[in-house]
């Protein structure tokens, strides 16, 4: 595991609940609007110890409610279902994941409280909005795993002002009768791996709202986040 930073507390990462947030370093993804993208692509050859981690952890779980690991993407570590089984024996664990390493996914899933999959764009503009060749199939089964062995979890969508209202609409149609859909929005706060995208205008409040209200049907539940 090349894990890149801890943050003791954070009430932003796991919705509802006072979570330390392991960052891994690394993705197989270049989203252009990725704020996260200094563990992307700026060299790094400082880590920390994973054992070193668990300690940490552990001197902190009468405090925190549980863990959340983000990147990055964590999925491109194989040992990563190793290090979230002894987390679990510590605190709850949440994943955050894009999707693109079902076979990692799959064996973490049994020491998961809640994941968290990041769906970039319909299908069609996948490769366009995640910066790379995305190989759908391996998408497509993630979905189906979260869907259906997932104790807890949501599919979740950024707003890039590049995707429009016809884009959510497909989106909610492919993950239709999933648990939770959110809607993140778009913010350069932190910059973006692409300059260029640091100049978008986020969509108005009243738009995201409106397309929430027209894909609810879809799922159990459809929430605004980051608003």
């Known amino acids: 595991m090349l894990i890149a930073g801890l943050l003791p507390e954070s009430f932003v990462d796991w919705r509802g609940k006072l979570v330390a947030t392991i960052f891994t370093y690394g993705c197989n993804m270049r989203c252009p609007f990725c704020h996260n993208y200094a563990l992307v692509i700026q060299r790094q ?41 002894e987390l679990s024996k510590i605190t709850k664990v949440k994943l955050d994941t894009n999707g693109t390493n079902p076979d990692i ?10 994941v968290a999959m990041d769906i970039k764009a319909p299908p ?6 995640s910066g790379v060749q995305v190989n759908m199939r391996k998408i497509e089964e993630s979905i189906s795993l979260i869907r259906n062995k997932a104790r807890d979890y949501e599919f979740r969508t950024t707003a890039v002002p590049l995707l429009n209202q016809e884009d959510f609409e497909e989106i909610a149609s492919w993950l239709s009768g999933a648990k939770r859909y959110v809607i993140q929005q778009y913010s350069t706060q932190n910059g973006t791996l692409n300059p260029e995208f640091r100049n978008l205008s986020p969509h108005p409040e009243p738009f995201l709202r409106e397309i929430c209200k027209k894909i609810a049907h879809h799922f159990g539940e459809c929430i605004l986040a980051n608003l």
Not at 105 to 114: E, V
């Open 105 to 114: 996914l799959r064996d973490s899933l049994p020491y998961l409280s809640y």
């Open 45 to 85: 050859d400082r880590f920390l110890n994973p054992e070193d981690v668990l300690r940490r952890i552990e001197e902190l779980r009468e405090w925190i409610d549980g863990v959340c690991i983000t990147g990055g993407e964590p999925t491109i570590h194989p040992d990563l279902p190793l290090f979230i089984r």
């Open 124 to 129: 069609h503009r996948y490769s366009e909005l």
